[in-house]
């Protein structure tokens, strides 16, 4: 099937600095990305929809001047968490759907462990 | 609002024992429905998916799901289950019309005791 790469796997940062996490289709086009959040022994949540060429879609209660997104191409997507704190700490997971397919599939990258001391 | 409900959030089972994960969604339309599993310390990767047709499905690895749209559920099943199913397994629905993300469940951790 279908790869997603996601980068960094883990990182662990202090509280206030900025974390960028990248996710990748790697033999597909993808127009539209999903970030999802995953809490211990939860769901994925979704965060926001990632639209290549203009701005993301945020649901209801996520903060986009905290967590921006950025779809500057067909293939990559990413996810920055600005001014982290201790709470930002999370998995993040993209997923991406191959533009040119009609499976509905989505395609889950490997996930991004975020650790915000 | 659509949601997914999954009523299992641990199952215990031995080797050979048979497998049923409940899985319910609330939407007025029409859906498309996945099983996704994650398998520990990998990625989610899709089980199987129902569009249309055969309400019965097969996925990998002896898996199978039913859509039966008069109860809203979409329950996953396999008749002996192996320790190499122990994972964590979500459903997942998305209007075939409209919304283009998925809806998941919260998700059932499978335990299979050797």
């Known amino acids: 099937g279908a790869v997603v790469s996601q980068h960094p796997s883990r990182v662990i940062c202090k509280s206030g600095t900025s974390v960028k996490i990248e996710c990748r289709s790697l033999?597909?086009?993808?127009?539209?990305m999903f970030w999802y959040r995953q809490f211990p022994k939860q769901s994925l949540m979704l965060m926001a929809t990632?639209?290549?060429?203009?701005?993301?879609?945020?649901e209801q209660g996520v903060e986009k001047d905290k967590f921006l997104i950025n779809h500057a191409s067909l293939t990559l997507s990413t996810l920055t968490v600005t001014s982290a704190h201790p709470e930002d700490s999370s998995f993040y997971i993209c997923?991406?759907?191959?533009?040119?397919?009609?499976?509905?599939?989505?395609?889950f990258g490997e996930g991004s462990r975020l650790t915000v001391l | 609002a659509q949601s997914v409900s999954q009523h299992n959030h641990h199952v215990i089972l031995s080797e050979a024992a048979s497998l049923e994960l409940g899985c319910n969604y609330s939407?007025?339309?029409?859906?498309?429905l996945f099983w996704y599993v994650q398998y520990p310390g990998q990625h989610l990767q899709l089980l199987l998916k129902?569009?249309?047709?055969?309400?019965l499905v097969k996925g990998i690895k002896g898996f199978e799901a039913e859509f039966i749209k008069s109860k809203f559920s979409f329950n996953l099943r396999k008749p002996s289950v192996q320790w190499s199913d122990t994972a964590e397994y979500f459903c997942?629905?998305?209007?075939?019309?409209?919304?283009?993300?998925?809806?998941f469940g919260t998700g059932t951790r499978l335990t299979v005791i050797p």
């Open positions: 997923s991406a759907r191959d533009s040119t397919a009609n499976t509905g599939e989505l395609f």
């Open positions: 033999d597909f086009q993808a127009t539209t």
């Open positions: 990632s639209n290549e060429g203009s701005k993301a879609t945020y």
């Open positions: 939407y007025g339309g029409t859906v498309n």
């Open positions: 129902y569009f249309s047709g055969d309400p």
């Open positions: 997942a629905v998305t209007p075939q019309t409209g919304a283009n993300n998925l809806f």
